[in-house]
């Protein structure tokens, strides 16, 4: 099974803060990469997906970018609605696999 | 509008058996594959399952093979997780999840239900 690996697993920022989020495949994937944030107790919403392409309704303060195993999530100026919990997913080979999570937590 | 309405969790003690469903609406359910995804508590995001369009591909995660079931019956625009041999490790908040495929392909889980929890403890 393809492994992904966010880091960091956590950090704490401020509103207004740049904020990148990195996700290592364990082998290639080309670009077959979504990320999702979850805030507690819902479900996961779709950010980016195809690595880059970000999905309709998403502000474009988020941005995806990466090929092959590294892949970067960044949020350009962090708004107090985007804390929350940051996932990767790789839709390159079954299983699919989820990275662990980045918590994105006030400073 | 999207709507996937999942259904049919609870508590079960450990070897026995739980029938999850989903509802879909808002969509040409027939033209979609479908997922489930758990979430153990306090845990990541774990792919489970998948069906086809016609129900001919199922593919599972190995932790579910041979006790999980994933099916659909088109008519009724519904998904089901039949899971059986239930362990205490399959605690979690089962997600019903539409893949976006084109082409054999597939990009992203677009449409997510609410979650059903599933607990198993004697």
């Known amino acids: 099974a393809i492994q992904l690996t966010q880091s960091p697993s956590s950090l704490s920022a401020s509103v207004g803060d740049r904020v990148t989020i990195t996700c290592r495949a364990s082998q290639g994937i080309r670009s077959d990469i979504a990320w999702y944030q979850q805030k507690a107790g819902r479900a996961p919403r779709l950010l980016i997906y195809?690595?880059?392409s970000l999905q309709s309704g998403v502000p474009s303060r988020f941005s995806g970018s990466g090929s092959g195993t590294d892949f970067t999530l960044t949020i350009s100026s962090l708004q107090p609605e985007d804390f929350a919990t940051y996932y990767c997913q790789q839709f390159k080979s079954y299983p699919w696999t989820f990275g662990q999570g980045t918590k994105v937590e006030i400073k | 509008e999207v709507q996937l309405v999942e259904s049919g969790g609870g508590l079960v003690q450990p070897g026995g058996s739980l029938r999850l469903s989903c509802a879909a609406s808002?969509?040409?359910?027939?033209?979609?594959?479908m997922s489930w995804v758990r979430q153990a508590p306090g845990k990541g995001l774990e792919w489970v399952a998948n069906?086809?369009?016609?129900?001919?591909?199922?593919y599972y995660v190995d932790s579910v093979k041979g006790r999980f079931t994933i099916s659909r019956d088109n008519a009724k625009n519904s998904l089901y997780l039949q899971m059986n041999s239930l362990r205490a490790e399959d605690t979690a908040v089962y997600y019903c999840a539409r893949p976006y495929c084109i082409g054999g392909a597939c990009y992203n889980f677009d449409y997510w239900g609410q979650g059903t929890l599933v607990t198993v403890s004697s």
């Open positions: 808002g969509f040409t359910f027939s033209n979609y594959w």
């Open positions: 195809d690595a880059s």
């Open positions: 069906i086809k369009q016609d129900g001919s591909e199922k």
